[in-house]
């Protein structure tokens, strides 16, 4: 196995070799031209949002800026939108499903080092994929760590730093995250804390 296949087999690699710090560099270029694109120009933006992402759905939408290391190991579904300072570090899979939406200043991080020095100072790292289902709501300055799954209908409150597997229709929040509780149905006709919505929503 050269470097890249060990990368993403999730087996410890060193990230300079066999090509892998052209990929990142290519990314990064790309990543660059997104970011210096004028807001108000959607199709340039969502036509390099496409060819940045290994795979999208037909309507995706990522403010500026983006920061990812390869990009096309970030899988997201129809309907997806970011918001300002996305960072993804792709060194494995993320596949993120339809509906979902990422607050501000969201990191998804997939890469990680050894815990001894002695190994971690070798230059060996790894990454773990993370997989986040269908109607997920991230709120703004969460960390998402390797090999984490976020279940369908999930919502992460703001800050948290998620280390831990998020069941389905979970509300979680802290550092680190932990499931506050379950999101019914009784949920649904209130838009926040304890409003209720004053408009017909369905």
Same mark, same amino acid.
């Given at each position: 196995?050269?470097?890249?296949?060990?990368?993403?087999?999730?087996?410890?690699?060193?990230?300079?070799?066999?090509?892998?710090?052209?990929?990142?560099?290519?990314?990064?270029?790309?990543?660059?031209?997104?970011?210096?694109?004028?807001?108000?120009?959607?199709?340039?933006l969502?036509?390099?949002?496409?060819?940045?992402?290994?795979?999208?759905?037909?309507?995706?939408?990522?403010?500026?800026?983006?920061k990812?290391?390869?990009?096309?190991?970030?899988?997201?579904?129809?309907?997806?939108?970011?918001?300002? /300072?996305?960072?993804?570090?792709?060194?494995?899979k993320? @596949?993120i +499903? #339809? $509906?979902?939406? !990422?607050?501000? &200043? *969201?990191? =998804?991080?997939?890469?990680?080092?050894?815990?001894?020095?002695?190994?971690? /100072?070798?230059?060996?790292?790894?990454?773990?994929?993370? @997989?986040? +289902? #269908? $109607?997920?709501? !991230?709120?703004? &300055? *969460?960390? =998402?760590?390797?090999?984490?799954?976020?279940?369908?209908?999930?919502?992460?409150?703001?800050?948290?730093?998620?280390?831990?597997?998020?069941?389905?229709?979970s509300?979680?929040?802290?550092?680190?995250?932990?499931? =506050?509780?379950?999101?019914?149905?009784?949920?649904?006709?209130?838009?926040?804390?304890?409003?209720?919505?004053?408009?017909?929503?369905?």
């Amino acid at each position: 196995m050269n470097m890249k296949e060990r990368m993403l087999a999730g087996l410890p690699y060193k990230a300079w070799l066999d090509g892998l710090s052209e990929e990142r560099t290519a990314c990064k270029v790309l990543c660059h031209k997104y970011n210096q694109i004028s807001p108000d120009k959607y199709d340039e933006l969502e036509e390099l949002a496409k060819k940045i992402l290994g795979s999208c759905g037909k309507k995706v939408y990522i403010e500026q800026p983006i920061k990812f290391d390869y990009g096309k190991n970030i899988h997201v579904g129809e309907n997806f939108f970011s918001n300002y /300072n996305f960072t993804v570090l792709d060194v494995a899979k993320v @596949t993120i +499903g #339809d $509906n979902c939406f !990422i607050a501000p &200043n *969201v990191a =998804i991080y997939t890469a990680g080092h050894p815990l001894h020095h002695e190994s971690r /100072n070798t230059g060996y790292e790894y990454g773990i994929p993370i @997989t986040i +289902g #269908d $109607n997920v709501w !991230i709120g703004g &300055n *969460v960390v =998402i760590c390797p090999g984490v799954t976020i279940g369908d209908g999930v919502v992460i409150g703001a800050g948290s730093v998620v280390t831990k597997d998020i069941p389905d229709y979970s509300l979680a929040a802290g550092n680190p995250c932990k499931v =506050i509780r379950k999101i019914t149905e009784d949920d649904r006709e209130y838009y926040y804390k304890d409003r209720k919505f004053d408009v017909e929503i369905i």
